[in-house]
């Protein structure tokens, strides 16, 4: 009888130990960071044929993805749908690891370089949000 006590103490020993680990990992995981990107194209060709692909391409050698791509000037962009107020003519989601990542990319030369040509077809508006 006093074996059967020991092992079962020793199985809600075990899980009580497993509950706190795994509670201890899941306040440990930080949320995703959310790029939103609000961009007035002022010529679309030019920024679909001279700035998009390079910015796109240093997203996605970085540690991110986008979520959307909506708008003018993209290929494969998806339209926007106004709910309320006007809709920006573009706009783009990046989901990235940290916050720290995303400023690595934005400052990093290559994106900067993009960034240079794409300033001369349009205005940008960005903001990062932390997911949940």
Do not use: C
Not at 68 to 78: F, L
Not at 87 to 105: E, F, G, M, Y
Not at 113 to 125: Q, S
């Amino acid at each position: 009888m006093r074996t059967y006590v020991t092992v079962a103490l020793s199985m809600l020993s075990g899980i009580a130990v497993g509950a706190v680990a795994v509670q201890g990992l899941h306040a440990q995981s930080k949320p995703m960071v959310y790029l939103v990107n609000e961009i007035d194209v002022t010529d679309p060709e030019k920024y679909a044929a001279e700035f998009a692909p390079k910015a796109q391409a240093t997203v996605r050698g970085s540690s991110a993805h986008f979520v959307v791509i909506g708008g003018a000037a993209g290929v494969g962009a998806k339209p926007i749908h106004a709910i309320e107020g006007p809709p920006p003519k573009r706009v783009t989601i990046q989901v990235w690891d940290s916050l720290d990542a995303l400023n690595k990319w934005y400052k990093s030369d290559e994106y900067q370089a993009a960034l240079k040509i794409g300033e001369k077809y349009a205005k940008f508006r960005r903001y990062a949000v932390e997911g949940q």
